[in-house]
């Protein structure tokens, strides 16, 4: 790499990704430059490249989970410098708008992207520098760092359905990372039993490992039936839905109990239509969550979470491919031969 260039990711259309030399990205006053030291692949980086995403004009910077070492530091930066081993999550709400003023700075009217993540350098904008910029503590890995967006978003998904300890809770689609991590969070929370259900054995076993109560591959087994068996015939207190499929989002009901909360944390393609049964959801008294993205308070958490040892995140980084090579990790990814996996520039 000369000195400004460096080697990124540009996603151009569904299914076609360039890698090029780009300009090195220009920090303002209160802007950080990061050397990407490793970044993640993730459900929405898939999602994007099979279809695009709604909120993207292509050609866009591709990438949004990364770790690094701070290179450069605009002169107003004031607690980050030189050579700091930083995370970075990639949004920041405004903080003045109507959604941000009644505390759902997700759902931010002027939500700040920040894209770019699978590229040798990528640069932090100030409103993400200010509020969601981390410090890695000394023994805490770049790789496990890096989980802490997709970890906020899981966070914020059980802030709303405030599990209780002892409850039975099914996962659809608990093979994947999101997945993975929901059944983590509710093992700490205190519930029991957790059932993980997926159509993908080697994902399976991962969740088994890290404390699934019983695995239901779908394939082979009818998931209402095993859930029932496992909570006394009922069904389970609360269903978290996140392989981001509608006929998962009917499994997710129909694997609930009567007075369950359920959540659709997996998204669908935009305009696709889910037709339910009426009569499970009034009669049953169901209570659905929608859920979307993070706050800053809920990556603040994730981010101690990791610190912690609280959530394992390398268990969920299956591979890794150098930077040039992406496109085999995103295929890894979008065949279920991985859970996440590393991209090191
Ligand atoms: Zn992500
Ligand atoms: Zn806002």
């Known amino acids: 790499m000369s000195d400004d260039n460096m ?10 990704l360039s890698f090029r030399q780009m300009p090195m990205p220009e920090i303002g006053p ?3 430059l990061v050397k990407v030291n490793t970044a ?24 949004h989970e990364f ?7 605009g002169k107003d930066v004031k607690d980050f410098e030189v050579g700091m081993r930083v995370v970075a999550g990639n949004t920041a709400p405004c903080n003045e708008c109507y959604f941000c003023k009644r505390g759902q700075p997700n759902l931010c009217d002027d939500l700040l992207v920040n894209l770019g993540a699978f590229a040798e350098y990528i640069r932090i904008p100030d409103r993400l520098v200010r509020q969601n910029t981390f410090t890695l503590p000394d023994h805490l890995s770049y790789r496990e760092a890096a989980i802490i967006e997709p970890l ?32 983590q ?7 029991s039993p957790i059932i993980a259900i997926d159509v993908n054995d080697m994902r399976l076993t991962i969740a088994a490992t890290l404390g699934a109560t019983q695995v239901v591959n779908s394939i082979h087994e009818d998931p209402v039936e095993a859930v029932r068996d496992l909570t006394d015939g009922h069904g389970a207190d609360v269903v978290i839905e996140c392989a981001g ?12 109990r009567k007075g369950a909360r359920v959540e659709w944390f997996g998204g669908l393609p935009g305009g696709t239509q889910v037709k339910i049964d009426s009569t499970r959801v009034h009669y049953d008294e169901l209570t659905i969550f929608g859920v979307y993205h993070l706050t800053p308070l809920s990556l603040e958490r994730a981010f101690r979470l990791v610190c912690n040892g609280m959530v394992d995140a390398k268990a969920l980084i299956t591979h890794e491919v150098p930077l040039k090579n992406l496109e085999d990790g995103l295929k890894m990814m979008m065949e279920g031969r991985s859970v996440k ?5």
């Open 7 to 16: 080697w990124a990711t540009v996603f151009i259309a569904p299914g076609e």
């Open 185 to 191: 969070l509710a093992l700490r929370q205190g519930s």
């Open 245 to 256: 499929v509608s006929d998962t989002w009917l499994t997710a009901l129909d694997v609930a």
């Open 341 to 345: 996996v590393a991209v090191l520039p």
């Open 40 to 63: 993640l692949t993730c459900g929405t980086d898939v999602k994007t490249y099979k279809r695009g995403h709604p909120k993207y004009n292509p050609p866009t910077l591709f990438g």
């Open 152 to 183: 906020a978003c899981v966070v914020h998904g059980q802030d709303l359905l405030r599990i209780q300890p002892g409850e039975s809770v099914a996962i659809v689609g608990a093979g994947g990372p999101i997945g993975l991590m929901h059944l």
């Open 30 to 32: 209160r802007d950080l």
């Open 67 to 73: 770790a690094g070492d701070v290179v450069a530091a």
